[in-house]
């Protein structure tokens, strides 16, 4: 039996759909997961204890495995092990991203470095030290502008400043964040950095697609219909295929593969973020990852000579097995996602009007991920979503409309966090 190892949280999202796919291709899936190595496998999944921060003794670790039981294709869920997945693909010599083009491309400003060098649509920016005198760095700007950290995703952290006042509160919110003890505890000197950079108007969009050999197959272009013009920057709605008019989405697509190649990467899964103006397509990012979350739901695919469909994480299989992307297309209906967004800081006590909300026409899926009593922080602090809403349609168009009108239905019951002082309970 041929075996992959995926390398991920121990909490991801996509782990039950890899061991699904897995199992479907008849494909042993070892699990290499960032947890304490002395615990004797507190999850009964018979994963490579692994730490994210300890990158070079992570990839001794699973090659040391594979030394045991051969080891055939890699993948990496997340930003944080994509680096421990192209040094254990080095060293196994199985195809994937190069080791530096891994560590660039979950580095924000290394990765504007390199889409400026290769003279692709930019912004200004300018890189900064989290422990720079504000004052001092204010004076370098332009408004409108966006702060972002360097090492995180999903837009957390990222705020826009349309003044001196804003910008001095986004940077001191931003320094904040980083201190967290979460954060702190990934033992990351990147979080000790932030990037600035003028604010680019227009459309946002996402691309998925996977390297093959640094030829570029695009899986998906997916619209982002709600603006994305701050202060804030959550995503809510994903929807594909894109309303674009043909020309444009094959400029995306270029430009796309031109910035991964000015990464360096390869061979692998990408998932990239791109604005679109009048002057042309910005590359924001170009992870060397799949698309996170359960998001991955909204995709299936098909090819002519497989009956049915298949998963994103089929299909990422079998291209870490060697399998060419070429001849599958993603299902002719359109199809999309809403990542449910967290209205307020507060304890989560339940949802309502689920069943009415599945019974939306074209809505095909509902999972709340938010816990019981789980203290729900939105962005730019937070890190997670309420839940997910999928639907697929006719058109784009049907498809956004039934995520809206699915959202409309649920109603989330959030109470204010309390604080214990002394012996009374105080509403924050």
């Known amino acids: 039996m041929r075996r992959v190892v995926l390398l991920a949280t121990t909490t991801g999202y996509q782990t039950r759909a890899f061991g699904e796919a897995a199992e479907r291709l008849g494909v042993q899936l070892v699990f290499a997961t960032d947890r304490c190595h002395v615990l004797e496998d507190p999850w009964q999944d018979g994963a490579i204890p692994i730490r994210f921060h300890e990158e070079q003794a992570s990839a001794d670790a699973i090659v040391e495995a594979a030394a045991e ?29 190069p080791i530096n083009a891994a560590e660039t491309a979950r580095d924000k400003e290394r990765t504007r470095e390199r889409l400026r060098d290769a003279g692709l649509p930019a912004p200004w920016f300018r890189p900064s030290r989290l422990d720079r005198d504000v004052v001092d760095l204010v004076g370098t700007v332009d408004f409108p502008c966006v ?16 003044n001196v006042d804003e910008f001095r509160a986004a940077f001191e919110r931003l320094r904040a ?15 000790e950095r932030a990037l600035v950079e003028g604010f680019i108007p227009g459309r946002e969009l996402a691309l998925e697609g996977l390297l093959h050999q640094g030829v570029l197959k695009v899986l998906a272009l997916f619209d982002k219909p709600d603006p994305l013009d701050g202060p804030f ?4 709605i994903y929807v594909t295929p894109s309303s674009l008019d043909a020309e444009t989405q094959q400029q995306v697509a270029d430009t796309v593969a031109e910035a991964a190649a000015a990464i360096g990467l390869r061979h692998g899964p990408i998932h990239a973020e791109c604005r679109v103006n009048e ?5 924001l990012e170009v992870a060397a990852r799949p698309i996170g979350g359960l998001c991955a739901r909204a995709l299936r695919f098909c090819r002519a000579d497989i009956p049915g469909v298949v998963s994103l994480e089929e299909l990422l299989l079998r291209h870490a097995l060697g399998e060419s992307p070429d001849g599958w297309s993603r299902e002719s209906c359109a199809s999309g996602v809403m990542m ?19 019974g939306v026409a074209g809505v095909d899926g509902i999972t709340i991920t938010a816990r019981s009593d789980q203290l ?17 349609g006719d058109t784009g168009g049907q498809v956004e409309g039934a995520l809206r009108s699915a959202h409309a239905r649920l109603q989330f019951s959030i109470e204010p966090e309390l604080a214990v002082v002394g012996s009374r309970n105080l509403r924050i």
């Open 177 to 191: 964040l980083v201190r967290l003890p979460e954060l702190r505890a990934e033992r990351n000197d990147a979080h």
């Open 233 to 236: 920057f959550e995503e809510t």
């Open 376 to 392: 729900l922080v939105p962005l730019p602090e937070g890190a997670s979503y309420l839940g997910f809403i999928f639907a697929r």
């Open 340 to 358: 449910i967004p967290i209205p307020a800081r507060g304890v989560y006590r339940g949802v309502s009007g689920i069943d009415e909300a599945r």
């Open 69 to 97: 039981e051969a080891i055939d294709g890699v993948i990496a869920v997340g930003d944080r092990p994509t680096a421990i997945a192209a040094r254990v693909a080095a060293r196994l010599g199985l195809p994937w991203h």
């Open 147 to 162: 702060l972002k950290p360097v090492a995180l995703s999903g837009s957390r952290g990222v705020m826009r400043a349309n």
């Open 279 to 283: 002057c042309g397509v910005f590359v």
